[in-house]
T-cell receptor, first 112, second 115 residues
Framework: QQQVKQSPQSLIVQKGGISIINCAYE??????FPWYQQFPGKGPALLIA?????SEKKEGRFTISFNKSAKQFSLHIMDSQPGDSATYFC???????????FGQGTELSVKP | GAVVSQHPSRVICKSGTSVKIECRSL??????MFWYRQFPKQSLMLMAT?????????EQGVEKDKFLINHASLTLSTLTVTSAHPEDSSFYIC???????????FGPGTRLTVL
């Protein structure tokens, strides 16, 4: 019940295309869902986060879509650029003291 | 804002020695600090959680006597890998949580190589 399942494991997108990464969770007590971007040899960087009371959140080219009934959430990267090539992790936690449960990660490659 | 530093960024040591990794939140206070390790091409594995001034809580399978965590202030935490062995070689990342929020930031990581 603590797992967060992320797909796909890897993704290749052409420059200018839309990158979509999906995550699914089981624990309905989760109330915070962030996405992190990690470049090789670096620590993860917080990209965007959402709570279950909204179905979508957009920040620049990054959008989280959240489906509470399906227990799924996804990251959309619009107008994908080669500089977006990185590993993306979704995560979930419950309550302010809760620890993040991470997905397995998606390695995104944006081809010029 | 939300700047986290980790030192050293890379360390190579001989088997049996101890290594201390320092993590600082430079522009915010972190009542809670998480320490992760990450193997190549894998997700982040939580090792332990510490609250300022309290003993750390370790995840199952993580030896508390091997990975010593100190969280003495709201801006500084240290992880000491004692008697390091080659299997401890990994990427160690600290993650301070912004006080009063759910938001977790991550340090730049420390690459530990044990020969």
């Amino acid at each position: 019940q603590q797992q967060v399942k992320q797909s796909p494991q890897s993704l290749i997108v052409q420059k200018g295309g839309i990158s979509i990464i999906n995550c699914a969770y089981e624990n309905t007590a989760f109330d915070y869902f962030p996405w992190y971007q990690q470049f090789p040899g670096k620590g993860p960087a917080l990209l965007i986060a959402i709570r279950p009371d909204v179905s979508e959140k957009k920040e620049g080219r990054f959008t989280i879509s959240f489906n509470k009934s399906a227990k799924q959430f996804s990251l959309h990267i619009m107008d994908s650029q080669p500089g977006d090539s990185a590993t993306y992790f979704c995560a979930a936690s419950k309550g302010q003291g809760g620890k993040l449960i991470f997905g397995q990660g998606t390695e995104l490659s944006v081809k010029p | 804002g939300a700047v986290v530093s980790q030192h050293p960024s890379r360390v190579i040591c001989k088997s049996g020695t101890s290594v201390k990794i320092e993590c600082r939140s430079l522009d915010f206070q972190a009542t809670t600090m998480f320490w992760y390790r990450q193997f190549p091409k894998q997700s982040l594995m939580l090792m332990a959680t510490s609250n300022e001034g309290s003993k750390a809580t370790y995840e199952q399978g993580v030896e508390k006597d091997k990975f010593l965590i100190n969280h003495a202030s709201l801006t500084l935490s240290t992880l000491t890998v004692t008697s390091a062995h080659p299997e401890d070689s990994s990427f160690y990342i600290c993650s301070p949580k912004l006080a009063g929020t759910d938001t977790q930031y991550f340090g730049p990581g420390t690459r530990l190589t044990v020969l």
